[in-house]
């Protein structure tokens, strides 16, 4: 059969094996480009449990092994991802495994929190956080840099882990490299 004088068999081959070359070629680069990296710096001995979300802003959800570091281990996680991925939008998920105690002591920490992030009052803010996580018969640590608040409490089996952004950045509400205005909770 012929159209126009072309091969209707040979052009829908040769459109086959274009989209195969295509879709082979981005799959490829997907692999080993980004999530053979990505996996690598996860795989490290401080995560426990990873995995990655594929979409328009990747979403990497990492369980540590031990918490205790949290600020230390998610700025090391969160740069290296950061360069692996170059401009590439991510959102960097800390897992927990929280109860309902630990949930309320954070809830009621809220107020501390944001009041902190405006008024610059952290230290009184990390003994509101800890009053909080006591009287539900827990403990909690606090660290702050630069960018982000970082919350991690912890009963018996049971932990929380937060990591609160201290501003808006330039970029906007919506920003999307590392945790974001607000990092998500998994």
């Known amino acids: 059969m012929q159209w126009h004088k072309l091969r209707l068999k040979v052009v829908l081959a040769a459109l086959?094996?274009?989209?195969?070359?295509?879709?082979?070629?981005?799959?490829?680069?997907?692999?080993?480009?980004?999530?053979?990296?990505?996996?690598?710096?996860?795989?490290?001995?401080?995560?426990?449990?990873?995995?990655?979300?594929?979409?328009?802003?990747?979403?990497?959800?990492?369980?540590?092994?031990?918490?205790?570091?949290?600020?230390?281990?998610?700025?090391?996680?969160?740069?290296?991802?950061?360069?692996?991925?170059?401009?590439?939008?991510?959102r960097l998920i800390v897992e927990d495994k929280r109860n309902p105690a630990l949930e309320k002591a954070y809830y009621q920490s809220q107020f501390a929190i944001h009041t902190a992030i405006v008024q610059g009052d952290f230290e009184g803010m990390a003994?509101?956080?800890?009053?909080?996580?006591?009287?539900?018969?827990?403990?909690?640590?606090?660290?702050?840099?630069?960018?982000?608040i970082y919350v991690y409490m912890w009963q018996d089996d049971f932990y929380l882990v937060e990591v609160v952004p201290r501003s808006v950045t330039s970029a906007g509400p919506n920003h999307t490299n590392g945790g974001g205005l607000y990092a998500e909770r998994a």
């Open 16 to 90: 086959l094996v274009t989209l195969i070359v295509l879709f082979g070629g981005q799959w490829l680069y997907t692999k080993y480009s980004l999530q053979q990296p990505l996996k690598e710096i996860l795989a490290d001995d401080g995560t426990g449990y990873y995995r990655i979300e594929e979409g328009p802003v990747l979403r990497v959800y990492v369980r540590l092994n031990d918490p205790s570091n949290l600020m230390d281990k998610y700025q090391e996680l969160n740069e290296k991802i950061g360069s692996t991925l170059g401009n590439r939008p991510y």
């Open 127 to 148: 003994q509101k956080i800890e009053q909080n996580a006591a009287a539900v018969g827990a403990e909690a640590k606090v660290w702050i840099d630069g960018e982000n």
